[in-house]
């Protein structure tokens, strides 16, 4: 999507290893957002940040941590991956508290 | 989060009109309905948001009933490239907060 890149696009990760998965903007948006997709349980927030340097937690915030130490990226970090964390990961951005969302093209991430 | 109810599927003829339905009954006076929509093996892409009146832009129109209990998103001309999953969601204005995602209606749009 337009102003809106996720790399890397597929992963395959081993269990206990740490993996970090990046969501880079051109727009210069205020919020953004990791989100991930698992079949039955659709898209449920990981960690969302309102700043540089503001973060908060989602639903599903354990065993992840974020970094964004600039506007235009927004880091999430698996500090030892698990078979569990398997999914597809969205990033997202938005520019103020009304409009809309805008997001990435996703990262399949695989821990085997 | 003030919830949203849609049906789980919807089919559609090709070039018919298509009204998806949403029911938010717990709505509060600072949140805006969203609409987004999936398409298979990619990233929602934001279709429309309304607060009180009636929205349109290119993509569809967004119907908001009087009360903002409910509100239709309406495909004026379906398409096979419509078929998706279609999200109903409401955005709290006042905060960073989220836009939670429920299940959302599949729509199948037949030839």
């Known amino acids: 999507d337009a102003g809106i890149t996720q790399s890397p696009r597929h992963k395959v990760t081993e269990t206990g290893t740490p993996v970090t998965l990046r969501c880079h903007q051109t727009e210069n948006h205020r919020y953004m957002y990791w989100y991930r997709q698992d079949p039955g349980h659709g898209l449920r927030l990981i960690h969302y940040?309102?700043?540089?340097?503001?973060?908060d937690k989602g639903e599903v915030s354990d065993g992840y941590s974020v970094s964004r130490s600039k506007t235009e990226d927004f880091l999430l970090t698996l500090e030892s991956a698990t078979s569990s964390q398997t999914s597809v990961y969205f990033c997202?951005?938005?520019?103020?508290?009304?409009?809309?969302?805008?997001f990435g093209s996703g990262t399949r991430l695989t821990v085997v | 989060d003030a919830k949203t109810t849609q049906p789980n599927s919807m089919e559609s003829n090709e070039e018919e009109p298509v009204h998806l339905p949403c029911n938010h009954s717990t709505i509060s006076g600072t949140d805006y309905i969203h609409w987004y929509r999936q398409l298979p093996s990619q990233g929602p892409e934001y279709v429309i948001h309304?607060?009180?009146s009636n929205v349109n832009n290119r993509m569809a129109s967004l119907a908001i009933a009087e009360d903002r209990k409910s509100s239709t998103l309406i495909l004026h001309r379906a398409t096979l490239r419509d078929a998706a999953v279609y999200y109903c969601?409401?955005?709290?204005?006042?905060?960073?907060?989220?836009?939670?995602f429920g299940s959302g209606t599949q729509l199948t749009v037949l030839p």
């Open positions: 309304g607060l009180t």
């Open positions: 969601i409401l955005r709290e204005i006042r905060s960073a907060r989220q836009l939670t």
């Open positions: 997202a951005i938005s520019e103020g508290n009304v409009g809309g969302y805008t």
């Open positions: 940040s309102y700043g540089v340097k503001d973060t």
